[in-house]
């Protein structure tokens, strides 16, 4: 079991900045990413970035690249997504989630555990 514990959403203008953060614990050494995940009100969840934990690679939703970028602590299990010039578009509900095996999609089902997440407010 991977447990996730999301952190740092809130309201934030146009334009302005934002990071979240996701903490794990429990068999972290048994997952192959994390990831980010948003759902906005009346949509479907939609992958925004994930990362390794051995190599650290990360991957990105076209829509969210020179705009957000993701990092880990790998010492404290944590994740961190700094979202920049963040739009009215981008509020949602941001979830982080750990996969056991290397996705084959950027897509939620790929995804094992989940956090319960946190919530993002641009108004427009």
């Known amino acids: 079991q991977v447990q996730l514990v999301e952190s740092g959403g809130g309201w934030v203008q146009t334009g302005g900045s934002l990071r979240v953060s996701c903490a794990a614990s429990?068999?972290?050494?048994?997952?192959?990413?994390m990831g980010w995940f948003r759902q906005a009100p009346g949509k479907e969840r939609e992958f925004v970035a994930a990362?390794?934990?051995?190599?650290?690679?990360?991957y990105y939703a076209d829509s969210m690249k020179g705009r957000f970028t993701l990092s880990r602590d790998s010492a404290k299990n944590t994740v961190f997504l700094q979202m920049n010039s963040l739009k009215p578009e981008d509020t949602a509900v941001y979830f982080c989630?750990?996969?056991?095996?290397?996705?084959?999609?950027?897509?939620?089902?790929?995804?094992?555990?989940w956090g319960q997440g946190t919530r993002v407010t641009v108004p427009s």
């Open positions: 990362i390794t934990w051995r190599g650290g690679a990360t």
């Open positions: 989630a750990a996969c056991l095996n290397e996705p084959r999609r950027p897509v939620a089902t790929e995804y094992d555990y």
């Open positions: 429990g068999r972290t050494n048994s997952s192959y990413a």
